[in-house]
């Protein structure tokens, strides 16, 4: 399975950066109990701290609202994923478990203040690319909705369209069945590349913790970026 950057991205969004970290043979379930303790520990230290800060105060999620407009998408409307998440922790709703991958995602996508999204790789077909919707790019989400992904940045397959940094689809959604898995990470476009491979190698060696198999880190970007593939 490869991955790769439309020109239309590189158009759009000049210093974009997406880590995409390949994983198998891993096992999937409920949360151990230590990690569910150290999510929630997190949440509420994070609640404390959103007590005196607004949205614009957090750099990863101006960041990406700053994406959402370069590519056409009204960030108002359509918050990245990461803006949810932080909204919700702010309001003291913290998030209950649902399984070790999802619950970790949003650790990271927490930690890291960045939109993540993971997928069963046996439910993608094909290649990856990621791309800009156009009118007719849609998906069921996860939330029960038909998403619109025009003018939005996403990952799409030789079936459709599956995740993007507002709502991931139905369709390649991890489960407690899941052994194979892809994560996209949807890096801030301001890091440079050392600290993006640290990011990276962090989620990765953190996951496999966790699940076991094994994980192998691709890097894509524009501008100095180049594009870099590591087994790990």
């Not at 949360?31 to 997190?42: D, N």
């Not at 590519?71 to 949810?84: C, K, L, Q």
């Not at 052994?179 to 989620?203: F, G, N, R, W």
């Amino acid at each position: 399975m490869q991955v790769t950057l439309e020109s239309i991205v590189k158009k759009l969004i000049p210093n974009a950066k997406f880590g995409i970290i390949f994983y198998e043979d891993i096992t999937i379930g409920s949360s151990p109990q230590m990690l569910k303790g150290r999510i929630r520990l997190f949440q509420e230290s994070l609640n404390i701290d959103l007590l005196e800060k607004e949205m614009k105060d957090i750099p990863g999620i101006m960041e990406w609202r700053s994406v959402f407009k370069q590519t056409g998408t009204d960030p108002s409307r359509y918050r990245p994923s990461v803006e949810a998440l932080y909204r919700r922790i702010k309001k003291g709703q913290f998030l209950e478990p649902f399984n070790s991958a999802v619950d970790l995602n949003n650790f990271f996508s927490l930690k890291y203040e960045i939109p993540l999204g993971i997928y069963d790789s046996t439910k993608i077909n094909g290649d990856i690319s990621i791309t800009i919707g156009e009118a007719e790019s849609t998906y069921e989400g996860l939330n029960g909705r038909e998403i619109s992904l025009k003018n939005m940045v996403h990952a799409k397959d030789a079936t459709s369209s599956f995740g993007s940094p507002f709502v991931d689809s139905q369709r390649t959604a991890i489960t407690e069945t899941t052994t194979s898995a892809v994560q996209i990470i949807y890096l801030k476009p301001s890091m440079d590349t050392e600290e993006c491979k640290k990011m990276l190698d962090a989620i990765l060696k953190m996951f496999t913790q966790v699940h076991g198999g094994t994980g192998r880190v691709v890097m894509l970007g524009t501008g100095s970026l180049s594009h870099i593939n590591n087994s790990i």
